[in-house]
């Protein structure tokens, strides 16, 4: 354990303690206006991570000189960071939401209960699941974007929105478990293990729809009395969409989705997006630039500060027997990012298929506890946070509200 790892640690340490601070900031904001802007800054959950790591960098340079500090800093991955920042944007598009609204409304008729109450249904359950297609990222936008103004909002109990919002965040994670590509944890252990979509599908897929199914209805079922038509009703936008305008959105997300892991090329697609939009501009709404690279920004800090944390998290992974390590890998992803523990599972020689199984399984249910559990969460928070008190989502909050439906998957991880 060499010095700038134990400082990496304690930086890290130091960033955790922010993001679950991150509330009482907003509080502060309110109570000294003469400093709000800086207290608000640092209560904005996507900086944290960000600033911590140029902590990190600027400690480094320190101690280990200037170009070792710029080599590490190079030596990371940052796909995962861009493509949910341009995943987001995309996503969050208007013709995109119109198109997947359209959709949902149409299948909110055949239901036995209120549009209203349907539509939050498909939110909290079909487009999590969705999101073993067009990826989780994706669907937590989509989701997010759904939900805001029929959840996220005035008048409903605060109880109620953590409680949303932790089967949102758990469903999410364990919903793009149906594929090998849409799920961050999955992502980093399909091809070392060799894991395809057909093996997800058998072995995870159906435990994880069980999940998301129930915990979203059970929710539904708590929303009931607070979702009516009336004040879920948005105001029509004056130029609809056309439906060519839309499609077209619709293959740029794909394409995004299909480049997941080129950043050349999903970085051009998405030059071309904005070109398109701009031409087409009668049609849109403003881009979600800056949400996206606030989320992005939050990405790359928990890529650099996790780079820093490998020399004391492989060996606990590496030292459980399969069932103690299902539930040690449920408690790490709360603080260090699922995907960031399973890519360093893989990394263990021998590990059994027992073992394989259950420690994805444990990260992937854990996904929802914190804001830094897995990498879709943070979009999630920037987009919903505002209908929250103090414009601001708690730490404390969002793991009472997730646990429930944390238990539920875990349950069924381990039939």
Same mark, same amino acid.
Do not use: C
């Given at each position: 354990?060499?010095?700038?790892?134990?400082?990496?640690?304690?930086?890290?340490?130091?960033?955790?303690?922010?993001?679950?601070?991150?509330?009482?900031?907003?509080?502060?904001?309110?109570?000294?206006?003469?400093?709000?802007?800086?207290?608000?800054?640092?209560?904005?959950?996507?900086?944290?991570?960000?600033?911590?790591?140029?902590?990190?960098?600027?400690?480094?340079?320190?101690?280990?000189?200037?170009?070792?500090?710029?080599?590490?800093?190079?030596?990371?991955?940052?796909?995962?960071?861009?493509?949910?920042?341009?995943?987001?944007?995309?996503?969050?598009?208007?013709?995109?939401?119109?198109?997947?609204?359209?959709?949902?409304?149409?299948?909110?008729?055949?239901?036995?209960?209120?549009?209203?109450?349907?539509?939050?249904?498909?939110?909290?359950? =079909?487009?999590? @699941? *969705?999101?073993?297609? /067009? &990826?989780?990222?994706?669907?937590? #936008?989509? !989701?997010?974007?759904?939900?805001? +103004?029929?959840?996220?909002?005035?008048?409903?109990?605060?109880?109620?929105?953590?409680?949303?919002?932790?089967?949102?965040?758990?469903?999410?994670?364990?919903?793009?478990?149906?594929?090998?590509?849409?799920?961050?944890?999955?992502?980093?252990?399909?091809?070392?293990?060799?894991?395809?979509?057909?093996?997800?599908?058998?072995?995870?897929?159906?435990?994880?729809?069980?999940?998301?199914?129930?915990?979203?209805?059970? =929710?539904?079922? @708590? *929303?009931?009395?607070? /979702? &009516?038509?009336?004040?879920?009703? #948005?105001? !029509?936008?004056?130029?609809?969409? +056309?439906?060519?305008?839309?499609?077209?959105?619709?293959?740029?997300?794909?394409?995004?989705?299909?480049?997941?892991?080129?950043?050349?090329?999903?970085?051009?697609?998405?030059?071309?997006?904005?070109?398109?939009?701009?031409?087409?501009?009668?049609?849109?709404?403003?881009?979600?630039?800056?949400?996206?690279?606030?989320?992005?920004?939050?990405?790359?800090?928990?890529?650099?500060?996790?780079?820093?944390?490998?020399?004391?998290?492989?060996?606990?992974?590496?030292?459980?027997?399969?069932?103690?390590?299902?539930?040690? !890998?449920?408690?790490?992803?709360?603080?260090?990012?699922?995907?960031?523990?399973?890519?360093?599972?893989?990394?263990?020689?021998?590990?059994?298929?027992?073992?394989?199984?259950?420690?994805?399984?444990?990260?992937?249910?854990?996904?929802?506890?914190?804001?830094?559990?897995?990498?879709?969460?943070?979009?999630?928070?920037?987009?919903?946070?505002?209908?929250?008190?103090?414009?601001?989502?708690?730490?404390?909050?969002?793991?009472?509200?997730?646990?429930?439906?944390?238990?539920?998957?875990?349950?069924?991880?381990?039939?």
């Amino acid at each position: 354990m060499s010095l700038m790892e134990t400082l990496g640690a304690v930086i890290f340490g130091l960033a955790l303690l922010h993001t679950f601070s991150a509330k009482f900031f907003e509080e502060l904001a309110h109570r000294h206006e003469r400093h709000a802007g800086l207290f608000h800054l640092l209560g904005e959950v996507e900086v944290v991570f960000g600033f911590w790591a140029f902590v990190l960098i600027v400690v480094m340079a320190l101690v280990s000189g200037g170009d070792a500090a710029v080599a590490y800093a190079e030596s990371r991955q940052y796909t995962e960071p861009l493509f949910v920042f341009v995943v987001m944007v995309v996503a969050a598009s208007r013709p995109v939401l119109e198109i997947v609204g359209r959709a949902l409304k149409v299948l909110a008729r055949f239901t036995p209960v209120p549009d209203a109450l349907a539509m939050v249904w498909f939110g909290l359950a =079909v487009v999590p @699941l *969705l999101g073993s297609l /067009i &990826t989780e990222p994706a669907a937590m #936008t989509l !989701a997010a974007l759904m939900l805001a +103004p029929r959840i996220f909002r005035q008048g409903m109990p605060e109880w109620l929105k953590y409680a949303a919002l932790g089967v949102l965040f758990v469903n999410v994670s364990i919903g793009g478990t149906l594929t090998s590509y849409a799920a961050p944890p999955v992502l980093m252990v399909a091809t070392a293990w060799q894991w395809d979509s057909s093996f997800m599908l058998a072995t995870f897929g159906l435990k994880a729809a069980v999940a998301v199914l129930f915990n979203a209805t059970i =929710v539904t079922l @708590l *929303l009931r009395k607070h /979702i &009516t038509a009336e004040n879920t009703e #948005t105001i !029509a936008p004056a130029t609809p969409v +056309p439906l060519i305008v839309s499609l077209i959105h619709l293959v740029f997300l794909a394409g995004v989705v299909l480049f997941a892991h080129h950043p050349v090329f999903f970085l051009g697609l998405f030059l071309f997006f904005m070109g398109y939009t701009q031409a087409y501009e009668r049609y849109q709404n403003p881009l979600i630039l800056k949400e996206g690279l606030l989320v992005g920004f939050f990405l790359a800090g928990l890529v650099v500060l996790g780079g820093m944390q490998q020399w004391w998290l492989q060996p606990i992974v590496a030292s459980l027997k399969p069932h103690t390590l299902f539930f040690a !890998a449920l408690g790490l992803t709360a603080i260090t990012d699922n995907a960031a523990l399973t890519y360093l599972g893989s990394l263990i020689a021998g590990l059994s298929e027992q073992a394989k199984y259950l420690l994805v399984a444990g990260a992937v249910a854990g996904g929802g506890l914190t804001v830094i559990a897995n990498a879709p969460n943070p979009a999630g928070v920037a987009l919903l946070r505002r209908g929250f008190n103090d414009e601001s989502i708690g730490a404390v909050g969002l793991l009472l509200g997730a646990s429930p439906p944390t238990v539920v998957a875990a349950l069924l991880f381990l039939l």
